[in-house]
């Protein structure tokens, strides 16, 4: 293993298709017109010198060491801002550019304090520059102190605000690179050059410190800086790093590509991969920094059983934790039934290890229950897009928004819950993209630096599919529809009587107004908008899913879609934004109670013979249980037991209270987790797992692009999770032998149409495949429903509109709404453990002025939020994102117990939670509620692990 | 599962599927229970049918004939 360079051409690739040929140094090449001098000598293998230029940003020409001469023009002009010109010859190296070079290094380095692993070092050496003549006697930002004794009114001290990264303004040259990375490869504009001449100097925000700023943290400016002067902290503690591996990162749905780059088996720093398909070099808070939490010190790294919950774990061997639980299953089955048992198998985890599980509850459980977290997020993408489209994943890749004309945004954050993708949907929208928000809260996107929607229809929750069947109202009654795309793609039947429902007045936003809240002008003039201006494409989130109507939801988006001709094609589409890393391959693994791997359902007799043929066992034909019909099941008395993979049902579920119940009444609980975690409260086994840094497997994002997750060090707990499930199989009676991560992926692909083309040897090759894989496109298919739909012809689906019977009354006349935040992740197990809590230490209740004030509730008091099915307390914050009579907050903190608020209504299809929903009433508080105590104590007592005693020396 | 909770579910599955023709939502709505409702939950609603099926929308109750009956084993 060596430590992994890119090779950086200096200025992005040209995208012209017409070709220029000229003469660099006597080698001729040609290159796409538009490509630089600097890129077009990369490419013949000739480093220019540079400092300001970087691949992914546009030139800049400040530091003017890339200087070249061109026969026949005057001057030295930079070779990153000349552009390569037909019969031009570049000369890269001669003694007068040599002599200008080292002139302006030796500028430089005389106000720098040279440091011996920096690019300036690396830099000077380049151009030959061994000794420089200036000491630090005149005006320079290196010394604090002057010659006279006096303080260096140039010199700042260091900016340690930022917990993972220092800024040392001495180290600065002013090149502008960090600038630009936060506006053009960010889109934040937090940093700026303020100052003229030599009192310039790098300014984030309004001169503050990074932390005070609008800095948010990705780490774009570390990246780029050249000089050192902005450095991660982990590797001015640790050191340089010696060698690399590239993997996937663990947070959400994006999945970025990234280097760890390791100095033995320790982590040095998290660097995004330039050449990773979803983010193609860019990276976020989270992937970027917050991995400190899989070597934190909550890591439980022993296997734990014991026989109450509200005994203390007592450590055991993997022997004995793996026959414990093996036992009580098949106990519990022999008392209550084949189907008492389950398992849930989770979004953090690889495809294979998911893929095992959910193979081990069919096979060695010899039920169909296992469900997954995706239930309670995107599961009714799964029905809503299968119904329409005939697939269940979305249609485009990321690049794909980079020719998009018209972005409909609904029900998603990108900036808080995707910030990767966010700032590239952020980059397009410089450009000149029209932008449409549907969303109750005015998110980040609505109005930020350079980015303003030209319309946010401020709906309130629970109308989504009001709002969009008004939209589609509008395109039909005004004539806007695509009619050749329908007539050619579209079953025509199915459109016809699609076309009589949503004609009717009922649907129009003037009947719609007084139910949605949105002003029916706005909402006419946002569909002419998404149905003329150009590629029209739809991302969405949870706002979307998370309903009463979110499978119905997610149906009328693919009607506006296929009514606008919007599917099929680079720039348009219905893209779902997953919320955590794989919960696209989750769903494609068979997680789900009613389909194997590819979505095939248990019921088809074809299927089930095949996958009984490979498994060499009987397979259960009926649907299992879904997540909240365990509960329900549990607290009934026919449920018994529960596998939980790597997720916090305790604490991520609705209706907390309903969900402890449930567990309660469990006879074995076996969480497999890093840590124990609000669910192994209720535990009776607990198998320690690996974090993604010790996982050798697959993650699907949310463009359906599976990226290799590689091993970066050994399992601490001394197993892969896939293993454990092994031979808790093997345990139970079902021989389930894996040699590899790799032999997993290769039964997936004998047994899943869509991923048959497959293999890790495949994705190390090509970097990353998007399903469909297999012989029809051996290489992947980065766009879905090109020249027809997969179900054949697209089919309208009627989306009546039906309210949630969540209504607010005078015990309870707010809706409360919950989300994320940026630098924490679902239910914050890795997030917290991270110096992320310097941006978000607890959740607040955003509420709005008016009803603040009513209540008499001022900012930062702590306020009581009720529902019909529980209780809890939080801090007060008051904002105006929140249209009044709405209120918002998080789940990120297991104390904040916004789920115990949450309630039991969910999606018609799917049993997806309505989350977004729930009628509260807000008062002032000056205590935590009943749940929070118990909470508490609960937290003490059935988290206690067993000392062993202490055994004297010989 | 408490019968308000099962009644609340199969309802919301026919509230969708009123929006087609009657003969068609009944089949729908059969088949979206037969496709995602485990067996005991599909008991659970043919033992509240016999009881006279007291606040199940008429489209379920129209659809039970569709509706495959669960092998009381299988929990």
Request: charge should be negative.
């Given at each position: 293993m060596t430590l992994i360079t890119e090779i950086d051409y200096g200025t992005p690739k040209s995208k012209s298709t017409a070709m220029v040929t000229l003469e660099i140094d006597g080698h001729s090449i040609t290159v796409p017109e538009g490509t630089s001098i600097m890129r077009a000598a990369m490419e013949l293998g000739t480093q220019i010198p540079k400092l300001c230029a970087t691949d992914n940003m546009a030139s800049f020409g400040s530091c003017r060491l890339c200087l070249v001469e061109i026969e026949g023009r005057k001057g030295t002009p930079a070779s990153c801002t000349t552009p390569v010109a037909p019969g031009i010859k570049v000369h890269t190296q001669t003694e007068r550019l040599g002599k200008l070079r080292q002139g302006v290094m030796e500028l430089y380095l005389s106000d720098h304090p040279i440091a011996g692993d920096s690019a300036m070092q690396d830099m000077a050496d380049s151009v030959g520059l061994s000794h420089v003549r200036y000491g630090f006697e005149g005006e320079n930002h290196v010394s604090p102190v002057r010659l006279d004794g006096e303080a260096n009114p140039r010199f700042k001290e260091k900016d340690e605000s930022n917990p993972y990264f220092t800024f040392d303004p001495a180290k600065c040259i002013v090149c502008s690179r960090c600038v630009r990375a936060c506006e053009e490869v960010q889109g934040t504009f937090a940093l700026t050059i303020d100052g003229r001449g030599f009192a310039s100097h790098v300014s984030a925000g309004m001169d503050e410190n990074f932390m005070e700023?609008?800095?948010?943290?990705?780490?774009a400016c570390v990246q780029a800086?050249?000089?050192?002067?902005?450095?991660?902290k982990s590797v001015i503690a640790l050191g340089k790093p010696e060698t690399s591996v590239i993997t996937t990162c663990a947070y959400c749905g994006v999945g970025c590509s990234f280097k760890a780059e390791m100095k033995g088996d320790e982590v040095v720093r998290m660097v995004p991969w330039k050449d990773g398909g979803a983010n193609e070099g860019h990276s976020c808070v989270k992937g970027r920094f917050a991995w400190g939490y899989a070597s934190h010190k909550d890591r439980v790294t022993k296997p734990m059983v014991r026989d109450r919950i509200t005994d203390p774990w007592k450590e055991v061997s993997w022997e004995e934790a793996i026959g414990f639980a093996a036992r009580r299953f098949m106990e519990i089955q022999k008392k209550y039934g084949r189907g008492s048992i389950g398992g849930i198998t989770s979004s953090r985890c690889t495809n294979e290890e998911v893929f095992a599980v959910q193979k081990m509850v069919r096979t060695a459980f010899h039920n169909n229950n296992v469900d997954t977290c995706a239930r309670v997020c995107h599961s009714p993408t799964g029905y809503g897009l299968s119904k329409t489209f005939?697939?269940?994943?979305?249609?485009?890749?990321?690049?794909s928004v980079d020719e998009c004309d018209v972005m409909l945004v609904i029900g998603a954050n990108p900036t808080d819950a995707h910030p990767v993708f966010a700032s590239r949907m952020k980059k397009r929208l410089r450009e000149g993209a029209k932008l449409i928000i549907l969303d109750p809260r005015r998110i980040d996107m609505v109005r930020s630096p350079h980015v303003v929607a030209?319309?946010?229809?401020?709906?309130?929750?629970?109308?989504n599919v009001a709002v969009v069947n008004a939209l589609s109202h509008v395109i039909l009654t005004e004539g806007l529809e695509a009619k050749a795309y329908i007539a050619e793609r579209c079953d025509p039947k199915e459109f016809a009587r699609w076309t009589d429902f949503i004609r009717q007045p009922v649907n129009s936003p003037e009947a719609m107004e007084s139910i949605t809240g949105v002003s029916a002008a706005e909402v006419r003039a946002a569909a002419r908008l998404y149905a003329t201006g150009g590629n029209g494409a739809i991302y969405y989130g949870l706002g979307v899913t998370e309903h009463s109507q979110g499978s119905t939801m997610v149906m009328a988006m693919a009607n506006l879609a296929m009514l606008t001709g919007n599917v099929g094609r680079n720039g348009v589409g219905v893209n779902p934004l997953r919320g955590q890393n794989n919960v696209q391959g989750s769903c494609d693994m068979g997680s789900f109670p009613h389909e194997y791997s590819g979505y095939r359902h248990v019921g088809d007799n074809s299927v089930r013979e095949m996958f009984e043929q490979v498994w060499q066992t009987a397979l259960d034909s009926e649907p299992g249980l879904r997540i909240p019909n365990m509960f329900d099941a549990a607290v009934e008395g026919t449920f018994k037991g529960l596998y939980v993979q790597g997720e916090d049902i305790a604490q991520s579920d609705p209706n907390t209270n309903h969900v402890t119940h449930a567990l309660e009444a469990l006879e074995c609980v076996v969480v497999q987790d890093l840590f124990l975690n609000e669910t192994a409260a209720f535990a009776h086994v607990f198998f320690p797992g690996t974090s993604f840094l010790e996982k050798d497997g697959t993650f699907t994002n949310a463009e359906r692009r599976i990226n290799r997750v590689r091993q970066v060090k050994a399992p601490m707990q001394g197993k892969d999770e896939w293993q454990v499930v092994c031979e808790l199989s093997q345990a139970m009676g079902y021989d389930m032998h894996y040699n590899s991560a790799s032999e997993i992926m290769d039964e997936i692909a004998r047994v899943t149409p869509t991923f048959a083309g497959v293999s890790f040897e495949k994705l190390d090759r090509l970097g990353s495949v998007q399903w469909p894989c297999n012989d029809k496109a051996p290489e992947g298919t980065p766009l879905m429903h090109v020249g027809g739909f997969v179900r054949g012809l697209g089919r309208f689906m009627i989306t009546e509109f039906v309210p949630t019977t969540e209504r607010t009354n005078r015990f309870f006349p707010l809706i409360l709404t919950t989300g994320r935040i940026l630098s924490q992740y679902n239910v914050g197990a890795q997030t917290r453990r991270t110096q992320n809590v310097a941006w978000h230490a607890e959740d607040v209740l955003e509420i709005h002025p008016h009803d603040a004030e009513v209540r008499g509730i001022r900012n930062g008091q702590m306020v009581s939020i009720s529902s019909r099915v529980g209780a809890t307390t939080l801090r007060a914050l008051i904002s105006e994102?929140?249209?009044?009579g709405v209120v918002y907050t998080t789940f990120h903190h297991p104390v904040s117990g916004a789920n115990v608020i949450t309630t039991e209504n969910s999606d018609w299809a799917t049993n997806c939670p309505e989350y977004k929903v729930t009628a509260v009433q807000v008062t002032l508080s000056n205590q935590q509620s009943d749940w929070q105590k118990d909470w508490e104590i609960r937290e003490d007592e059935n988290k206690r692990i067993a000392v062993k005693p202490l055994v004297a020396a010989e | 599962m408490e019968t308000r909770d099962m009644l609340r579910m199969a309802n919301q599955i026919a509230d969708f599927f009123k929006g087609y023709p009657r003969e068609e939502a009944r089949k729908e709505a059969a088949t979206h229970l037969n496709n995602y409702w485990d067996p005991r939950m599909r008991k659970h609603l043919f033992e509240h049918l016999a009881k006279g099926g007291e606040g199940l929308d008429p489209l379920i109750i129209e659809a039970a004939a569709q509706i495959r009956k669960p092998k009381m084993d299988a929990a």
């Open positions: 700023s609008e800095c948010v943290s990705c780490g800086c050249p000089t050192g002067s902005l450095l991660e005939g697939t269940s994943a979305g249609t485009q890749d990321f690049k030209d319309f946010h229809l401020p709906l309130r929750p629970g109308t994102r929140m249209a009044q | -």
